[in-house]
T-cell receptor
Framework: NAGVTQTPKFQVLKTGQSMTLQCAQD?????MSWYRQDPGMGLRLIHY???????DQGEVPNGYNVSRSTTEDFPLRLLSAAPSQTSVYFC????????????FGEGSWLTVV | GEDVEQSLFLSVREGDSSVINCTYT??????LYWYKQEPGAGLQLLTY?????DMKQDQRLTVLLNKKDKHLSLRIADTQTGDSAIYFC???????????FGGGTRVLVKP
């Protein structure tokens, strides 16, 4: 009963490094998305996907790339990390017409120094 | 874009009722959600309400929705110290499963 799994939970990066945050779900959900959480700003949508092979930008997409080659996985790539990307990142998934429930992962705490 | 607003902070005495308020701008919202986040933890879905309802009760939680004024509230009865957390209001528009979150209300329960 894994639900939405994010890795790593904690990461420290140097400015300019690249990395990938992993997100996997085992519920066969079509919709997946990435949010970032900054103090006092709630969660903001970075990128989302409505199915394998389809991705689109959210509210704050700059500096991030995504791909959706399988239904299960939705990795988030930081191409050249900047201190402004220090944040907590949450992955979410849901059925296409889920109605009530959107499932969140436990979060990934990223610090860019 | 759509906007969701919440007050920043609420202090309440243990045993009293808490009321957290939220306003939103999206007139095509389908579902509205309340999430709880404890320090260092992820988001826990507390409750949700469909946009054609005006009230939903779930144990100590009561959600009120005024769709005309685009106002949502969460009432926690008999507030406990374990209710201290940040509470996020979120709305889901008609276009898909994207959520727009408020900035969160930090609730502090005093013994």
């Amino acid at each position: 009963n894994a639900g939405v799994t994010q890795t790593p939970k904690f990461q420290v990066l140097k400015t300019g490094q690249s990395m990938t945050l992993q997100c996997a779900q085992d519920m066969n959900h079509e919709y997946m998305s990435w949010y970032r959480q900054d103090p006092g700003m709630g969660l903001r949508l970075i990128h989302y996907s409505v199915g394998a092979g389809i991705t689109d930008q959210g509210e704050v997409p700059n500096g991030y790339n995504v791909s959706r080659s399988t239904t299960e996985d939705f990795p988030l790539r930081l191409l050249s990390a900047a201190p402004s990307q220090t944040s907590v990142y949450f992955c979410a998934s849901s059925e296409r017409y889920s109605g009530n429930t959107i499932y969140f992962g436990e979060g990934s705490w990223l610090t860019v120094v | 874009g759509e906007d969701v607003e919440q007050s920043l902070f609420l202090s309440v005495r243990e045993g009293d009722s808490s009321v957290i308020n939220c306003t939103y701008t999206d007139s095509s919202s389908t579902y509205l959600y309340w999430y709880k986040q404890e320090p260092g933890a992820g988001l826990q879905l507390l409750t949700y309400i469909f946009s054609n309802m005006d009230m939903k009760q779930d144990q100590r939680l009561t959600v009120l929705l005024n769709k005309k004024d685009k106002h949502l509230s969460l009432r926690i009865a008999d507030t406990q110290t374990g209710d201290s957390a940040i509470y996020f209001c979120a709305e889901r528009g008609a276009a898909g499963n994207k959520l727009t979150f408020g900035g969160g209300t930090r609730v502090l329960v005093k013994p």
